[in-house]
Structures are given as structure tokens and as C-alpha cells.
């Protein structure tokens, strides 16, 4: 794992309740749990654009 933040800002974002332990995964898997018919992900229109 690559952590790109310095202890300091861990400590001050997780107290201030920015940052939590989990991961982008499980909260799509839980947001899907909870409300599995809601569109959640889709590509921009510019695409193409973007990624060729």
C-alpha cells in the first residue's frame, strides 16, 4: 500500500472524521447492498476524450 499523506494529516483528517478504514470497495458493496436498483457508476460522454 502507498500512503501519500504524512502522519500528521492521517491523525488530523481520521479525528475530524474525513478519513475512516474503509475502502472504496465496501462502501460500493455496501451502497449497492442498500440500494441495489440506484445507478451508480457510468462513463462520462467524453470518454473518448479522455481515455482515446
Known amino acids: 500500500m502507498t500512503v501519500m499523506a504524512t502522519r500528521e494529516q492521517i491523525e488530523k483528517y481520521t479525528s475530524e472524521g474525513w478519513w475512516d478504514n474503509i475502502t472504496l470497495i465496501e462502501r460500493f458493496r455496501t451502497n449497492v447492498e442498500r440500494c441495489p ?16
Open 37 to 52: 436498483d440506484r445507478l451508480a457508476v457510468v462513463d462520462p460522454l467524453n470518454k473518448e476524450d479522455l481515455v482515446g
